[in-house]
Nanobody, 126 residues
Protein backbone atom coordinates (compact mmCIF):
# COMPACT_ATOMS: atom_id res chain seq x y z
CA UNK A 1 0.00 0.00 0.00
CA UNK A 2 1.23 3.46 -0.91
CA UNK A 3 0.02 6.58 0.88
CA UNK A 4 -0.12 9.76 -1.16
CA UNK A 5 -0.49 13.29 0.18
CA UNK A 6 -0.99 16.18 -2.22
CA UNK A 7 -0.36 19.84 -1.52
CA UNK A 8 0.03 23.11 -3.40
CA UNK A 9 -3.46 23.75 -4.70
CA UNK A 10 -5.06 27.15 -4.50
CA UNK A 11 -6.59 30.01 -6.42
CA UNK A 12 -4.77 31.79 -9.22
CA UNK A 13 -5.62 34.10 -12.06
CA UNK A 14 -5.47 32.99 -15.67
CA UNK A 15 -1.93 32.81 -17.09
CA UNK A 16 -0.59 32.27 -13.58
CA UNK A 17 1.34 29.29 -12.23
CA UNK A 18 1.06 26.74 -9.44
CA UNK A 19 3.14 23.78 -8.37
CA UNK A 20 1.50 20.71 -6.90
CA UNK A 21 3.40 18.23 -4.76
CA UNK A 22 2.64 14.59 -4.03
CA UNK A 23 4.54 12.94 -1.20
CA UNK A 24 4.53 9.14 -1.29
CA UNK A 25 5.14 6.82 1.64
CA UNK A 26 4.77 3.13 2.38
CA UNK A 27 5.57 0.43 -0.17
CA UNK A 28 6.93 2.79 -2.81
CA UNK A 29 9.73 0.52 -4.02
CA UNK A 30 7.39 -1.42 -6.31
CA UNK A 31 5.73 1.63 -7.84
CA UNK A 32 6.47 2.03 -11.54
CA UNK A 33 4.27 4.94 -12.59
CA UNK A 34 2.92 7.95 -10.77
CA UNK A 35 0.46 10.34 -12.29
CA UNK A 36 -1.72 13.36 -11.82
CA UNK A 37 -5.40 13.25 -12.63
CA UNK A 38 -8.03 15.94 -12.37
CA UNK A 39 -11.77 16.07 -12.07
CA UNK A 40 -13.85 19.16 -12.72
CA UNK A 41 -17.43 19.46 -11.43
CA UNK A 42 -19.77 17.39 -13.55
CA UNK A 43 -16.96 15.85 -15.57
CA UNK A 44 -15.14 12.55 -15.53
CA UNK A 45 -11.69 12.20 -14.02
CA UNK A 46 -9.00 12.61 -16.67
CA UNK A 47 -5.30 11.87 -16.78
CA UNK A 48 -3.13 14.97 -16.93
CA UNK A 49 0.47 13.78 -16.66
CA UNK A 50 2.38 10.65 -15.71
CA UNK A 51 5.97 9.68 -15.12
CA UNK A 52 7.74 6.32 -15.33
CA UNK A 53 9.81 6.51 -12.19
CA UNK A 54 12.73 4.36 -13.30
CA UNK A 55 13.58 6.26 -16.46
CA UNK A 56 11.82 9.58 -15.96
CA UNK A 57 9.84 9.18 -19.19
CA UNK A 58 6.83 11.47 -19.09
CA UNK A 59 3.37 11.46 -20.64
CA UNK A 60 0.94 14.35 -21.01
CA UNK A 61 -2.64 14.95 -22.04
CA UNK A 62 -2.87 17.06 -25.18
CA UNK A 63 -4.72 19.76 -23.24
CA UNK A 64 -1.70 20.46 -21.01
CA UNK A 65 1.27 19.77 -23.27
CA UNK A 66 3.70 22.66 -23.24
CA UNK A 67 2.13 24.13 -20.10
CA UNK A 68 2.44 21.45 -17.41
CA UNK A 69 5.56 19.56 -16.36
CA UNK A 70 5.66 16.45 -14.18
CA UNK A 71 8.88 15.70 -12.33
CA UNK A 72 10.14 13.57 -9.47
CA UNK A 73 12.51 13.85 -6.55
CA UNK A 74 13.55 10.29 -5.81
CA UNK A 75 15.29 11.19 -2.56
CA UNK A 76 12.08 12.70 -1.20
CA UNK A 77 9.69 10.20 -2.82
CA UNK A 78 7.84 13.19 -4.19
CA UNK A 79 6.31 13.92 -7.56
CA UNK A 80 5.56 17.45 -8.69
CA UNK A 81 3.26 19.03 -11.24
CA UNK A 82 4.40 22.45 -12.39
CA UNK A 83 1.46 24.20 -14.01
CA UNK A 84 2.12 27.30 -16.08
CA UNK A 85 -0.11 29.46 -18.28
CA UNK A 86 -3.13 28.27 -16.36
CA UNK A 87 -6.57 28.61 -17.91
CA UNK A 88 -10.01 28.70 -16.29
CA UNK A 89 -10.68 25.28 -17.82
CA UNK A 90 -7.85 23.88 -15.69
CA UNK A 91 -10.03 24.40 -12.63
CA UNK A 92 -10.52 21.02 -10.95
CA UNK A 93 -9.62 18.79 -8.05
CA UNK A 94 -6.20 17.35 -8.80
CA UNK A 95 -5.34 13.85 -7.59
CA UNK A 96 -2.03 12.07 -7.34
CA UNK A 97 -1.95 8.36 -8.16
CA UNK A 98 0.50 5.49 -7.94
CA UNK A 99 0.25 2.09 -9.61
CA UNK A 100 0.99 -1.33 -8.15
CA UNK A 101 3.01 -4.27 -9.50
CA UNK A 102 1.38 -6.15 -12.33
CA UNK A 103 -0.97 -3.46 -13.49
CA UNK A 104 -1.10 -2.69 -17.18
CA UNK A 105 -2.47 0.06 -19.28
CA UNK A 106 -1.72 3.45 -20.70
CA UNK A 107 -0.05 5.68 -18.08
CA UNK A 108 -2.84 8.26 -18.29
CA UNK A 109 -5.60 5.70 -17.88
CA UNK A 110 -6.93 5.67 -14.34
CA UNK A 111 -7.54 1.92 -14.43
CA UNK A 112 -3.81 1.47 -14.03
CA UNK A 113 -3.77 3.10 -10.59
CA UNK A 114 -4.84 1.69 -7.26
CA UNK A 115 -3.39 4.22 -4.83
CA UNK A 116 -4.90 7.71 -4.74
CA UNK A 117 -4.39 10.86 -2.75
CA UNK A 118 -7.19 12.91 -1.24
CA UNK A 119 -6.98 15.61 -3.89
CA UNK A 120 -6.13 19.29 -3.92
CA UNK A 121 -8.31 21.99 -5.44
CA UNK A 122 -7.02 24.29 -8.16
CA UNK A 123 -9.17 27.25 -9.11
CA UNK A 124 -8.24 29.48 -12.05
CA UNK A 125 -10.16 32.71 -12.49
CA UNK A 126 -10.40 34.69 -15.70
Amino acid sequence: QVRLVESGGGSVQARGSLRLSCAASGNTASTKYMAWFRQAPGKEREGVAAVYLRSGETFYADSVKGRFTISQDKDRNTVYLQMNSLKPEDTANYYCAADRPGTLGWPLNQSRYTNWGQGTLVTVSS
